[in-house]
């Protein structure tokens, strides 16, 4: 069984920063590309940053240069460092893994960016 837990959401004032955390299970986690993905209420849920497992990165535009996707290949955890965050930035944040054919999300954790 696959499973994903996301951690660090929470609220913050605008240009504060926050480390969201998830931590994986039941798969050999340094093989696969990992993903955090956030949903606004009342919109689609958005691809925000990737990780591949040689550890090369990707970013939604709108979070280029100020949030920083890493990995922990002993841990088996994956990381989302946001800084400069904007009252646009609020969602709930999820983990994403496609692994045995199929796709596996964590429950997600809440960001709040107010002031």
């Known amino acids: 069984q696959v499973w994903l837990r996301e951690s660090g959401g929470g609220l913050v004032q605008p240009g504060g920063s926050l480390r969201l955390s998830c931590s994986a299970s039941?798969?050999?986690?340094?093989?696969?590309?990992m993903n955090w993905y956030r949903q606004a209420t009342g919109k689609q849920r958005e691809l925000v940053a990737s990780i591949t497992s040689d550890g090369s990165t990707d970013y939604t535009n709108s979070v280029m240069g100020r949030f920083t996707i890493s990995r922990n290949n002993v841990r088996n955890t994956v990381s989302l460092q946001m800084n400069s965050l904007q009252p646009e930035d609020t969602a709930a944040y999820y983990c994403?893994?496609?692994?045995?054919?199929?796709?596996?999300w964590g429950q997600g954790t809440q960001v709040t960016v107010a002031s």
């Open positions: 994403k893994v496609r692994a045995r054919g199929s796709q596996f």
């Open positions: 039941g798969i050999n986690f340094k093989l696969y590309t």
